[in-house]
């Protein structure tokens, strides 16, 4: 997949090089129907690099996000309450009591 990154640019610079030096258009028809089979082909390649760079983007996106969430710091808050909540599992075993220390 991580030659895709590199591909679709390529693709899409050819695509245009080729839409400008060759024969993509009839001269005297109009629209759509003036493109020539070569003309199709140029199209056909720039929206398959349009289409490899929104998914490799997404991708990329969507990884970014996921490494976000894990490593996402926890607040002050949080930590507290973890803290407490540890020491208040200690109280409900010994109820509430602590048990004395020998010396």
């Given at each position: 997949m991580?030659?895709?990154t590199f591909i679709s640019?390529?693709?899409a610079f050819g695509s245009v090089l080729a839409a400008v030096l060759g024969p993509t258009r009839l001269e005297n028809v109009s629209g759509l129907a003036a493109l020539t089979s070569?003309?199709?082909?140029?199209v056909a390649l720039a929206v398959l690099s349009l289409a490899v760079?929104?998914?490799k983007t997404h991708q990329q996106n969507v990884e970014t996000?996921?490494?976000r969430r894990l490593c996402k710091p926890r607040s002050l808050s949080s930590l507290i309450m973890?803290?407490?909540s540890a020491f208040a599992?200690?109280?409900r075993n010994t109820g509430?009591?602590?048990p004395p220390t020998s010396n």
């Open positions: 991580q030659r895709l640019p390529v693709i070569f003309g199709w082909l140029v760079t929104l998914i996000q996921l490494e973890r803290f407490h599992v200690a109280d509430g009591v602590v």
